[in-house]
């Protein structure tokens, strides 16, 4: 038998509270082993504990233990220990006991050992951001300097840089003490080059950082050997960046050392220093320093300048302060410099001229202007493209994409040049083995999501590359890729039109000889773009080809809803009713497929509600068809003229028929709100996704507004198009808006000017129309459906909590409860893509719950509900929250504790958690009167159970 490794330390690391401090305590337990090796694998799983249960309390216990094992340990544990506070540097500010912390730290920089001083140098500058002020470490960092140990030194100059970033005192202090050492003939050559960094980060006052340029100024000519002038030019960069108010300075000092220094290291370094310069501050350059940078560039020969010095100028052009308008004249310098490079045999100068010109090119044409040689830069996009696709080589796919982009991003600019450029890709798409046909099928797909008509002309060619793909026994991935891209092109381009017979059985021809992955990526592509009867072509052969019953499950929600949205979309015999009644049957059983394919870890709640919604919608739809039917078969009643008297209602003349459409309103609106509520708990969804539940929520609106003019008095409909919140709408949604915008031009025949207030046949022909067009229109899956590209989640841990869970907790009368809220904000591998979380906001309500043995309490007071709201601004993701509750009577109260977020546009998104806790108060005792002799039960004498009968006269008795 095979020896397996044991270890005694818990990776899956459970819950929080309770099994966080099991797993504490398990490393705790090797961090006080007598074996190295059990208390070393100890420290290094505590950044793992930190990441998962980022907690005050649980930090700063773990880190005073660390603190205790540097103190008592050899050097290897101190090395490891310094490497966990380098690894959590975003949990250090959650230290509570940093004074402890740092006198444990402390005690080791008295060693004799220089290692261990070197080491203990370098924690301290690994926490620099919790302890900044600290004089004693300001101190012996200092004294270190001065050490004979180049371990010692090269350890204090790591701290002194370090805490010069944090600290204003110490960079202050550290200035003169700095300049001495560089300037004194006793420091060495390369101990100066250390020393040289720490000045880039003087800038905390405007003398300090004047001080210390004027010194790097004066050590420009005192060391010009290559090493000195790149470090001190380097340094003066980064302190101009950060202070913004040397740039001009500095930018002329660059350009100096870019045109005399002969060195080629020297010159490149310069460029990267205007590089830097040129995001931040492109605002405050000098008058003539770009013109001077461009007739330098135009006058070198070496890719080395050129390249660096290109790249240089498209983040100025970049930059709305640089006037790229000012250059629609091919005269002008900077056109003359792309020009003559755009047909460079270098595929990197070629493209990065390119992407000049085209920046220069889409300003002017934002601006309205008619910029001179358009054609000139059309043409030379053009062959660079051409040149790149019959390259091969990583390279020149990394520079075919930046082509391509200067395309799609021409093609935005002015949509006439679509067709141009999907001429020149599609002459490219007939080569099946080429690492460049995923990325022209990316870029024509980008072109088809502004003008998918542009695409039609390629469709033969695209189904003939399909069909050639598909009759390989052995695809390669590339080529497999490639089939998925096309497919994709067809759903695009095909998003406006019917589907002939020819291009239908290529599809299913690719669907048949392709893997399983490959045709659930198809299939989602197909419902993203409302064809979905090819995703029920595919996910019905899917759906038993998984080893997953959750997977099984899965494949079978999106089988029906696929099935449900193309009997809705089908031409056929079947009248409206009976098809809408078909879909709500077929989303039923998605939605019932769905809470199957839900596991804990995947709840799929967002699925889950967005399908009952849509189906909640085909219902209201199918019931206002039943509505509009009851005005030819349920005749107003006799007393409907009494009936208009009383409730001076006109509309109540015609019966049965009023009432319902108003409940058909309401329905309506309940569905619009339901969208509304979905879409504020989607943060993470992508802006597709939520353009796409805003018009659904326009849909419904829409319909509420038909009914309510039909069965309302006084109620008009909207006239001009519909807003949707983006006036350059994704192709995904395109349909839906033409869908809208048709059904409001029905709808302004429903109440013509001067007519009466009725109901009437032609009304309701109208709004079965209205309902026959929302329901044909294709209906697009959106993405957030299937991808979660951003992943933003948040975790509460609330304070007291019971002993044991379920239980209550326990209140005394006329007291308060002060409950603590603490959250740690997660995210995935993309944080913040499309929106990230500025504040949150903690809501806390308290209502007090039936008793049992109190059933006369008035329902009114169980009606009151105290609710406490408190925003907070996370610090590197965490936050925390304070609220004292008072029970102004006895019972049973249920606290619930919600966390929504608001980003940086003040949005709110009622992103939750939610968490709830049981307060017990004890019901305050009645006071019970005592029959005593002597005294009449008629007085005002109420004595207490545990009173005494002889109360001393002016004393008094508090209860």
């Given at each position: ?11 899956n ?11 504490l ?17 100890a ?20 880190l ?6 540097f ?10 220990v ?31 050992d220089p290692?261990?001083r ?10 620099a ?13 200092r004294r ?13 100059i790591f701290?002194?840089?370090?805490f010069?970033a944090?600290?204003?005192t110490?960079?202050v202090?550290?200035?003169n003490?700095?300049?001495d ?6 420091t060495?050559?390369?101990?100066k ?5 720490i ?21 420009l ?45 020297v010159?490149?370094?310069?460029l ?7 995001k931040?501050?492109s ?9 001077d ?13 050129l ?8 983040v ?20 003359k410099?792309c020009?003559?490079?755009?047909y ?6 070629a ?6 010109l ?7 044409f ?22 790149l ?9 990394k520079?075919l ?7 799609v991003r ?5 949509p ?6 999907v ?5 490219k ?50 080529q497999?890729?490639?089939?998925i891209?096309l497919?994709?092109?067809?759903f ?5 039109f ?5 291009t239908?059985n ?13 045709n ?7 419902v ?11 996910f ?5 080809q998984v ?6 499950f899965w ?10 949205e193309?009997?809705?979309y089908?031409d056929?015999s ?12 077929h989303?039923n ?6 809470k ?14 967005y ?11 199918a ?5 509009c039917?009851?005005l030819c ?11 208009v ?24 609106k ?5 969208h509304w509520?979905l ?17 659904l ?13 039909v ?33 409001l031009?029905?709808?302004q025949?429903?109440l ?15 709004l ?7 329901v ?6 959106p993405?957030?459906?299937f ?7 948040v975790k ?9 869970m ?9 007291s ?5 809220v ?6 995935g591998?993309?944080?913040g893509?499309?929106r ?6 903690i809501?806390?309500?308290s ?7 109190n ?5 009114k ?9 408190q ?21 049973q ?12 546009q ?29 005294i ?5 004498v ?9 109360v ?5 008795k508090?209860?």
């Amino acid at each position: 038998m095979l020896g397996v490794r044991v270890t005694s330390f818990n990776e899956n690391l459970g819950e929080p509270e309770q099994d966080a401090n099991s797993a504490l305590t398990e490393l705790d337990k090797g961090l006080r082993s007598g074996k190295v090796g059990e208390q070393c694998e100890a420290i290094v799983r505590f950044p793992k504990l930190f990441e998962k249960y980022p907690f005050p309390i649980l930090i700063n216990a773990s880190l005073l233990k660390l603190a205790d094992v540097f103190r008592m340990g050899n050097n290897f544990l101190r090395l490891c220990v310094l490497r966990v506070c380098q690894q959590s540097e975003k949990h250090l500010d959650k230290i509570s006991n940093v004074d402890e912390f740092v006198r444990r730290i402390y005690s080791v920089i008295h060693s004799n050992d220089p290692v261990a001083r070197a080491v203990t140098l370098r924690t301290f500058g690994a926490v620099a951001a919790i302890i900044p002020e600290r004089q004693q470490i300001h101190h012996s960092i200092r004294r270190s300097l001065d050490s004979h140990d180049n371990v010692e030194v090269d350890a204090a100059i790591f701290a002194a840089i370090l805490f010069a970033a944090q600290s204003k005192t110490f960079a202050v202090s550290m200035c003169n003490k700095v300049s001495d050492m560089i300037q004194g003939q006793a420091t060495a050559a390369n101990m100066k080059l250390q020393l040289i960094p720490i000045l880039q980060y003087m800038h905390h006052d405007t003398s300090t950082a004047a001080m210390v340029r004027t010194l790097c100024l004066d050590l420009l000519p005192s060391y010009p050997a290559q090493d000195f002038v790149l470090v001190i030019l380097n340094t003066l960069t980064k302190l101009a960046a950060a202070t913004l108010v040397n740039i001009s300075s500095q930018v002329t000092l660059l350009l100096k050392y870019l045109k005399t220094d002969p060195r080629w290291e020297v010159k490149s370094k310069t460029l990267q220093h205007l590089y830097e310069l040129a995001k931040p501050g492109s605002h405050l350059w000098p008058p003539g320093a770009v013109d001077d940078l461009i007739d330098y560039v135009l006058s070198t020969k070496r890719n080395k300048i050129l390249m660096p010095g290109l790249c240089v100028l498209q983040v100025l052009m970049e930059s709305p302060s640089m006037l790229c308008f000012q250059h629609k004249s091919s005269s002008t310098k900077l056109r003359k410099l792309c020009g003559k490079h755009a047909y460079s045999p270098y595929a990197s100068i070629a493209a990065q001229s390119i992407q000049i010109l085209s920046q220069i090119l889409c300003v002017c044409f934002c601006e309205n202007l008619q910029p001179d040689g358009t054609e000139e830069v059309i043409t030379s996009l053009e062959t660079l493209i051409l040149f790149l696709t019959c390259s091969e080589g990583q390279i020149h796919r990394k520079h075919l994409k930046v082509a391509l982009k200067c395309a799609v991003r021409l093609c935005e600019a002015k949509p006439e040049y679509c067709d141009t450029f999907v001429d020149l890709m599609g002459c490219k798409l007939d080569n099946i083995d080429g690492d460049y046909t995923i990325a022209i099928c990316e870029a024509l797909g980008a072109i088809g999501g502004l003008k998918p008509e542009s695409l039609l002309p390629q469709l033969q060619t695209v189904i003939n590359l399909l069909n050639s793909i598909s009759k390989l026994e052995h695809p390669s991935k590339t080529q497999i890729s490639t089939k998925i891209m096309l497919c994709t092109l067809i759903f695009q381009l095909l998003s406006c039109f019917q589907w002939n017979e020819e291009t239908q059985n290529a599809m299913f021809a690719s669907v048949d000889s392709n893997d399983l992955w490959s045709n659930y990526c198809i299939g989602r592509a197909a419902v993203r773009y409302g064809h979905h009867h090819i995703g029920t072509h595919i996910f019905k052969h899917l759906t038993e080809q998984v080893s997953s019953e959750h997977f099984h499950f899965w494949l079978a929600c999106l089988k029906e809803m696929s099935e449900a949205e193309s009997i809705l979309y089908k031409d056929d015999s079947s009248t409206l009713v009976t098809r809408l009644d078909k879909a709500i049957i077929h989303y039923n059983k998605a939605i019932a497929a769905l809470k199957a394919a839900s596991t804990p870890s995947h709840n799929l709640s967002f699925q889950a509600e967005y399908m009952r919604i849509r189906s909640e919608f085909l219902q209201c739809l199918a019931q206002l068809i039943y509505t509009c039917n009851i005005l030819c078969i349920v005749p107003p009643p006799a007393i409907a003229a009494t009936i208009v008297q009383n409730t001076r209602d006109e509309h109540q003349r015609y019966g049965y028929i009023t009432n319902q459409m108003r409940k058909c309103v309401k329905e309506f609106k309940n569905c619009g709100d339901l969208h509304w509520k979905l879409y504020q708990t989607a943060f993470d969804a992508d802006p597709v996704t939520l353009e796409n539940m805003q018009i659904l929520q326009q849909m419904c609106v829409l319909m509420e507004q038909c009914l309510e003019t039909v069965c309302t008095s006084g109620s008009k409909m909207r006239e001009g198009p519909m807003e949707f919140g983006s006036k350059n709408l994704n192709l995904d949604s395109r349909q839906l808006v033409k869908a809208c915008e048709t059904a409001l031009k029905a709808a302004q025949n429903l109440l013509p000017d001067g007519a009466a207030s009725t109901i009437t046949h032609k009304q309701v022909e109208i709004l079965k129309k209205i309902v026959e067009i929302l329901v044909n229109a294709s209906f697009p899956v959106p993405r957030f459906f299937f991808q979660i590209l951003q992943s933003t989640s948040v975790k509460l841990a609330i304070s007291p909590q019971p002993r044991v869970m379920g239980e209550f907790i326990s209140v005394q009368a006329g007291s308060q409860l002060a409950v603590k809220v603490e959250g740690v904000i997660q995210h995935g591998m993309k944080a913040g893509l499309f929106r990230r979380i500025e504040q949150v906001v903690i809501c806390v309500t308290s209502q007090l719950q039936s008793p049992a043995k109190n059933k006369d309490i008035d329902p009114k007071v169980l009606e009151q509900v105290s609710m406490l709201t408190q925003t907070v601004t996370p610090h590197k993701d965490f936050f925390s929250a304070q609220f004292l509750l008072a029970f102004p009577r006895g019972g049973q109260y249920l606290l619930a504790i919600e966390a929504s977020v608001v980003d940086e546009q003040s949005n709110m998104w009622k992103t939750g958690p939610k968490s709830s806790l049981t307060v017990k108060v004890p019901e305050e005792q009645k006071l019970m009167p005592i029959s005593v002799p002597g005294i009449s039960t008629n007085s005002n004498v109420i004595l207490m159970p545990e009173d005494s009968l002889f109360v001393k006269p002016h004393q008094k008795k508090f209860v």
